[in-house]
């Protein structure tokens, strides 16, 4: 009898290895433009599977990773989660952001969810819930600050900018604003947010505490993404694939300027907006370096990238995340992007805690036998 319990749980382990390394040899085949999203706060990461799975790993402080109100053990809360470790949020996601100690996502339906310390505009929720609640629907994209402001903008199904939140070092909701509409796409940097019409028209906006700072203000004509690249600086996408670079001053001027024509066309060719860089037509990927003279140049970093953020996440065209586990220190492990990676995991963990119960089990069953 125990040799088949030893043998049983020993073929478990095979099989779960086996299924692990099969699922190596078949990657994921990602396009930058089916990569749903990457969030951080810096500490916490969150990425959405090519499923529409939303895995969470980093820092626990908020609890935004463990979804616990409390623990037995306060300190366990300050323990973070390396991503092997990485724990399911949702299912059928299409976008999350997050903020400093509060993250949102919406869902294939159009439900917007939040969860940690976010500003929920609604009157009766109650505050920091632990797990994902429900805060509207028919919603595209959100974007939240990722400081102390809370400012929260999110793209409604039928085209509307709506805003909320913005009051410093609070979650004091504050009556959504409705911006602007028809629009198809969103941005948010700071306190800035840019918006994208539904004739590629570029906008932007400032807000704080609750209203408007700076009115929605054309930027530039024939534009499809914008996304930061330094402070104050950004880099803007044409639909014929160039890249030109528009500059804000913040608050020195109440309102934005329009980029100057003609654009400053720094690169062409260009596919997608991933992380601070770019990916070309030909799959390459490049950063933004500044060169002795103090020149922006832009630098190859990897052939395959489809996605990158802040050199601490990158995942590639073949399915694979190299997520660094806890700290900087440590280097980057690749990891499959298949979803049933952590069951697998899980399960294996389980063997083997399986395996030495049975071995402690009939040890002692053979010390009594031998008294």
Not at 171 to 185: D, R
Not at 257 to 276: L, R
Request: hydrophobic share 40%; with cysteine; net charge positive.
């Amino acid at each position: 009898m125990e040799r088949k319990i030893k043998r049983g749980i020993n073929c478990l382990l095979i099989v779960i290895v086996f299924l692990h390394i099969i699922l190596d040899f078949m990657p994921l085949r990602i396009e930058p433009s089916e990569l749903k999203r990457i969030a951080s706060n810096g500490e916490t990461h969150f990425v959405v599977s090519p499923f529409g799975t939303l895995v969470g790993w980093g820092n626990n402080e908020y609890n935004l990773v463990s979804l616990r109100r409390s623990s037995p053990i306060p300190v366990i809360r300050f323990i973070p989660y390396p991503y092997f470790m990485r724990r399911t949020i949702l299912r059928n996601v299409t976008d999350v952001d997050t903020g400093r100690s509060g993250a949102m996502a919406v869902t294939k339906d159009g439900t917007l969810w939040g969860w940690g310390n976010f500003s929920n505009p609604n009157p009766d929720s109650k505050s920091l819930p632990y797990s994902p609640v429900k805060v509207m629907e028919d919603v595209v994209s959100v974007e939240v600050e990722h400081s102390s402001t809370y400012a929260t903008s999110i793209l409604k199904k039928n085209g509307e900018l709506w805003i909320w939140g913005g009051v410093y070092g609070t979650t004091i909701p504050t009556a959504p604003l409705k911006i602007m509409e028809n629009v198809k796409k969103i941005y948010g940097d700071s306190y800035n947010v840019f918006a994208i019409n539904n004739n590629n028209d570029l906008y932007a906006l400032s807000y704080s505490t609750g209203t408007i700072t700076r009115p929605p203000t054309f930027i530039a004509a024939g534009v499809k993404d914008v996304k930061s690249a330094g402070s104050e600086v950004y880099m803007c996408l044409t639909i014929d694939g160039k890249v030109f670079i528009y500059e804000d001053d913040g608050y020195e001027r109440k309102i934005f300027e329009p980029a100057k024509t003609p654009y400053n066309i720094v690169t062409d060719n260009v596919q997608a907006f991933c992380g601070a860089g770019i990916i070309k037509n030909d799959g390459s990927y490049w950063t933004w370096k500044t060169s002795k003279e103090g020149e922006r140049i832009l630098v190859k970093q990897n052939e395959n990238a489809v996605d990158v953020l802040n050199y601490a996440i990158t995942i590639t065209s073949d399915g694979k995340i190299y997520a660094k586990p806890i700290l900087d220190s440590l280097p980057l492990i690749p990891q499959s992007m298949w979803t049933v990676s952590p069951v697998l995991r899980n399960l294996f963990i389980l063997g083997l805690f399986l395996r030495k119960i049975v071995n402690i089990y009939y040890k002692k069953m053979k010390d009594k036998r031998a008294v």
